[in-house]
């Protein structure tokens, strides 16, 4: 979700402990509404320049046509992608995807189901991970996979379906199921009793429990191929301690901690970016690395 709270869920945030009180059943049916629904965001014009400059082509999931993006480096002998978050698009990282073309890479994304100019109103995290599979069969293994924020949740659980990645580089990436829920009650002030409801009915939307599709939970199942955390200690959307917590399940992984980005600036920070190309060199070399 983008950082900056979006004026619908302003106003939700006022009606929502009213109907809390008078109809406690429509109030989680409603949670669970929005909990599925990502707000639509402007473009800034650095991504609409970014996706001008994409070719495109078309991914499906059941009846929806999913916009896909590509650029290409003539010379190019590997593929990066990168996995946007909730409320998110393809285009958000124009300083990165440019970097990255840059060093050699045919960069691809998509904009998920309800995001961008995808089709649809309503997704869940197994319709990108299944669209990330989907993307694999186009264009081969990843040769670098980048998740921001929700699109971590995603990229993780497509590497424990096989998605086949050799360097992952996480950016924000909320990690504890019941973290994610808590932020999501205080976006539209409803208070636990609420929340139980809602997991009823995510439960009966993803046939599993939610905590199941946590970072946290599927971590043993990720192949432990070369990876870098990054989280800015002033994210006030996602906590720093989630990509704590997923280094500290991921040992192999390095992590760093940036400072005054939050949670979206990140992704273009000239010093990010410098540090995910540095990071890819490295690992390409089999050259040691440190945590910092």
């Not at 004026?7 to 509404?33: D, H, R, S, T, V």
């Not at 599979?133 to 186009?138: A, D, E, N, S």
């Not at 992952?168 to 990436?173: D, M, Q, R, T």
């Not at 997991?199 to 192949?223: G, H, W």
Request: aromatic letters at 10%; proline letters at 5%; a neutral charge.
């Amino acid at each position: 979700m983008a950082q900056s709270t979006p004026l619908p869920f302003l106003i939700i945030q006022k009606a929502f402990p009213i109907l809390e009180k008078i109809a406690p059943k429509l109030a989680g049916k409603l949670g669970y509404y929005l909990f599925f629904r990502p707000i639509p965001t402007p473009l800034r014009q650095e991504e609409k320049s970014i996706l001008q400059k994409a070719e495109r082509f078309s991914l499906h999931l059941d009846s929806r046509t999913i916009q896909g993006y590509s650029w290409k480096n003539p010379k190019a002998t590997k593929t990066a992608v990168f996995m946007h978050g909730w409320s998110g698009n393809a285009g958000q990282p124009n300083h990165l995807i440019e970097r990255l073309s840059e060093q050699g890479f045919n960069v691809f994304a998509f904009d998920g189901p309800g995001h961008g100019s995808s089709e649809g109103n309503r997704t869940h995290v197994f319709e990108f991970k299944d669209l990330l599979l989907q993307l694999q069969k186009k264009v081969g293994v990843f040769d670098v996979l980048v998740g921001h924020s929700f699109g971590s949740i995603a990229s993780c659980n497509a590497m424990s379906y096989g998605l086949d990645v050799h360097q992952y580089v996480s950016l924000s990436a909320p990690v504890i199921a019941s973290d994610i829920l808590n932020e999501f009650s205080k976006i539209v002030n409803c208070s636990g009793q609420t929340t139980k409801i809602m997991e009823q009915m995510v439960y009966d939307e993803i046939n599993r429990e939610f905590e199941t599709v946590s970072i946290e939970y599927i971590a043993s199942k990720l192949p432990k191929i070369p990876m870098l955390l990054m989280h800015d200690v002033n994210d006030k959307r996602v906590g720093c301690f989630n990509s704590e917590r997923m280094h500290e399940l991921l040992p192999h992984s390095t992590f760093i901690k940036t400072e005054g980005l939050g949670h979206n600036r990140i992704m273009n920070d000239t010093d990010v970016v410098n540090k995910i190309v540095e990071f890819i060199k490295l690992e390409e070399l089999q050259l040691p690395r440190t945590n910092k």
